[in-house]
């Protein structure tokens, strides 16, 4: 049996905050049934008061103001939340209703360059929304109860360096990879996902995606943001906060090959997670209403 080496988790990242984003979709989704178990009933209750009240003169109903699906055009699939994209092209989708999924887009061509400005702002919203808070948070607490990074001890001050470590190691490898390289190199940090074709082809398109990168002028170029940038975070981490038993070098290419393999891992979510969504909130049309009446 292969032996964990001091200071990893020996529960992969990648597959951990899968686990832990299931657990907390699922825990919002309860909690949202036990506040409203039949959310059509409200809506069957106002239909039936306004059949009660009067016809407005002159034989016109009275307005509801208008909905969105009223104001829908007839075959127009509605659009939802976690579809929309900002004037920048920044996405506003969340993976299972938690994970922050702002820099995946599908219009492909269709978007213009980010300024460095937007491409720091983007990563700066992710990094520091409450999901990675909670995350690191968890990874902090498995990692003092192995006892990994023991340099740090144990107790409320142990768990605090832990806590600031993960936090530290994950919030710098996306502003070196998704901001930083990105702008001094002219890069795209956005995920242009594939969206059609068979699974290998989009499984090996999301895979490529950690040496294949759109630069701001359009074109696909090497990755230097990813392959760089995640190299520079992890030498900078390893040897600037992290215990001074761990400041090796084979640390560094540890935590390197942790980042990638995490990259790619999240790379394949990105691109299908829309059929994912799609698969698990399928619900049965509603019978239609008699019209005329």
Same mark, same amino acid.
């Given at each position: 049996?292969?032996?964990?080496?001091?200071?990893?988790? @020996?529960?992969?990242?990648?597959?951990?905050?899968?686990? $832990?984003?299931?657990? +907390?979709?699922?825990? %919002?989704? $309860?909690? #949202?049934?036990? +506040?409203?178990?039949?959310?059509?009933?409200?809506?069957?209750?106002? #239909?039936?008061? *306004?059949?009660?009240?009067?016809?407005?003169?002159?034989?016109?109903?009275?307005?509801?103001?208008?909905?969105?699906?009223?104001k829908? =055009?007839?075959?127009?699939?509605?659009?939802?939340?976690?579809?929309?994209?900002?004037?920048t092209?920044?996405? =506003? /989708? @969340?993976?299972f209703?938690?994970?922050?999924?702002?820099?995946?887009?599908?219009?492909?061509?269709?978007?213009?360059?980010?300024?460095? %400005?937007?491409?720091?702002?983007?990563v700066?919203?992710?990094?520091?929304?409450?999901?990675?808070?909670?995350?690191?948070?968890?990874?902090?607490?498995?990692?003092?109860?192995?006892?990994?990074?023991? %340099?740090?001890?144990?107790?409320?001050?142990?768990?605090?360096?832990?806590?600031?470590?993960?936090?530290?190691?994950?919030?710098?490898? /996306?502003? !070196?990879?998704?901001?930083?390289?990105?702008? +001094?190199l002219?890069?795209?940090? @956005?995920?242009?996902?594939?969206?059609?074709?068979?699974?290998?082809? @989009?499984?090996?398109?999301?895979? !490529?995606?950690?040496?294949?990168?759109?630069?701001?002028? %359009?074109?696909?170029?090497f /990755?230097?943001?990813?392959?760089?940038?995640?190299?520079?975070?992890?030498?900078?981490? !390893?040897?600037?906060?992290?215990? *001074?038993?761990?400041?090796?070098?084979? /640390?560094? +290419?540890?935590?390197?090959?942790?980042?990638?393999?995490?990259?790619?891992?999240?790379?394949?979510?990105? *691109?299908?997670?829309?059929?994912i969504?799609?698969?698990?909130?399928?619900?049965? *049309?509603?019978?239609? !209403?008699?019209?005329?009446?």
């Amino acid at each position: 049996m292969r032996k964990v080496r001091k200071g990893q988790l @020996r529960l992969p990242r990648a597959v951990f905050g899968l686990v $832990v984003t299931i657990s +907390l979709s699922t825990a %919002g989704r $309860v909690s #949202a049934q036990t +506040l409203n178990p039949d959310p059509q009933k409200p809506t069957e209750q106002k #239909a039936a008061g *306004e059949q009660e009240q009067s016809p407005a003169p002159g034989g016109q109903q009275p307005s509801t103001g208008g909905s969105a699906q009223e104001k829908a =055009k007839p075959g127009e699939p509605e659009k939802k939340p976690q579809d929309q994209q900002d004037k920048t092209g920044i996405s =506003k /989708n @969340r993976m299972f209703g938690v994970m922050p999924n702002f820099l995946t887009v599908d219009n492909k061509g269709q978007l213009a360059p980010l300024t460095p %400005g937007q491409k720091f702002k983007a990563v700066a919203r992710g990094a520091f929304d409450p999901y990675p808070i909670v995350y690191n948070a968890i990874l902090a607490g498995i990692s003092q109860a192995q006892n990994s990074l023991e %340099g740090y001890g144990q107790g409320a001050q142990g768990y605090a360096k832990r806590y600031g470590a993960f936090f530290s190691d994950s919030t710098i490898e /996306n502003f !070196t990879v998704g901001a930083a390289l990105p702008s +001094l190199l002219h890069q795209d940090p @956005r995920y242009y996902r594939m969206g059609a074709g068979g699974f290998g082809h @989009r499984a090996w398109y999301a895979t !490529t995606r950690i040496f294949v990168i759109r630069g701001d002028s %359009g074109r696909e170029q090497f /990755n230097a943001s990813e392959i760089f940038g995640s190299a520079l975070a992890a030498g900078v981490s !390893t040897y600037s906060y992290h215990p *001074e038993a761990d400041q090796k070098v084979t /640390n560094v +290419l540890s935590v390197w090959g942790t980042q990638m393999g995490s990259d790619v891992f999240g790379f394949m979510m990105k *691109e299908f997670w829309p059929d994912i969504h799609r698969r698990f909130t399928r619900k049965k *049309e509603p019978p239609a !209403t008699a019209t005329g009446q």
